[in-house]
């Protein structure tokens, strides 16, 4: 029975994925995720639409309000989105729940792990397939070009001089690309992430006092989204 709720569920995920899909708009859906240390707003890409349908969706049913960011690591990246950790006891193990299906990972060379980054968190499944639900968003830190030649090298995967850029003065964590599906990016609220991953934790990285969120979703014109958070669409 659950298997076939299972497989029920990922059959809706992906007929809503391949209507989303059809659409082209002068608008896209801004997300954001309130917490106690600040507000983020995000946007999610359209390479990835899979991911995409599956987050607005979840987030405009309120799947993930009063869910907590459950693990952080500073200068790494701040996890959430897990359904057991609502309402969850202090010693509670969090980080093994789920929503019943998971999505095809969508890589794309063009987007890859920024600071701010939105990524889709996974289990060791073979196909590198994205949970249904838990989520991270990178903090990471600044990479000198000794240490990118270093991690291109290992990964087989050559970095553009812009990402060069990116990962040398704003930072990220360039190991984890190609490996997990980055399917948005933090554009107003950076900081929250920084406040975020300075929170007092416990040995498993769960922050001694609760990091709940609450996310919405918010349909604007891309026109007024570049001009009120300085996003390119075109880049």
Same mark, same amino acid.
């Given at each position: 029975?659950k298997n076939?709720?299972s %497989?029920?569920?990922a059959?809706?995920?992906?007929? !809503? $994925? +391949? ?5 082209t708009?002068?608008? @896209?859906e ?11 707003? %995000?946007?999610l890409? @359209?390479?990835? &639409?899979?991911h995409?349908a599956n987050?607005?969706?979840l987030s405009?049913?309120k799947?993930?309000?009063?869910? %907590?960011?459950? #693990?952080v690591i500073?200068?790494f990246?701040?996890?959430?989105? /897990?359904?057991?950790? *609502?309402?969850?006891?202090p @010693?509670d193990?969090l ?12 890589f794309? &060379?063009?987007l890859?792990?920024q ?7 996974r289990?060791?499944? &073979?196909a590198?397939?994205s !949970? ?7 903090? +990471? #830190?600044?990479w000198?070009?000794? /240490?990118?030649d270093?991690?291109?090298? *290992?990964?087989? #995967?050559?970095?553009t001089?812009?990402?060069r ?12 690309d190609? !490996?997990?599906?980055?399917f948005g990016?933090?554009?107003?609220? %950076?900081?929250? $992430?920084?406040?975020? +991953?300075s ?5 498993r990285?769960r ?5 709940s969120?609450?996310? !919405? $979703? ?12 300085g996003?390119?669409?075109e880049a």
């Amino acid at each position: 029975m659950k298997n076939q709720k299972s %497989l029920l569920l990922a059959a809706l995920c992906l007929f !809503s $994925v +391949g209507a989303f899909a059809q659409k082209t708009s002068k608008k @896209d859906e801004v997300v954001t995720i309130k917490t106690e240390q600040g507000t983020m707003r %995000l946007i999610l890409f @359209d390479e990835t &639409p899979k991911h995409k349908a599956n987050f607005l969706k979840l987030s405009k049913d309120k799947f993930y309000d009063g869910l %907590l960011f459950h #693990r952080v690591i500073d200068d790494f990246m701040i996890q959430g989105g /897990d359904p057991n950790s *609502r309402n969850a006891k202090p @010693d509670d193990m969090l980080g093994k729940g789920d929503n019943g299906y998971k999505i095809p990972a969508e890589f794309s &060379p063009k987007l890859f792990h920024q600071k701010g980054a939105l990524a889709a968190a996974r289990d060791n499944n &073979p196909a590198k397939e994205s !949970s249904g639900c838990q989520f991270y968003i990178v903090q +990471g #830190r600044k990479w000198s070009k000794n /240490d990118l030649d270093k991690q291109a090298a *290992r990964a087989a #995967r050559k970095l553009t001089d812009s990402q060069r850029k990116v990962y040398e003065t704003i930072g990220g964590t360039p190991h984890l690309d190609g !490996s997990y599906t980055v399917f948005g990016q933090v554009i107003d609220g %950076l900081d929250v $992430v920084d406040k975020i +991953g300075s929170v007092e934790k416990d040995e498993r990285d769960r922050p001694e006092k609760n990091v709940s969120m609450q996310i !919405s $979703v918010k349909k604007m014109k891309k026109k007024k989204i570049t001009r009120k958070y300085g996003w390119n669409y075109e880049a």
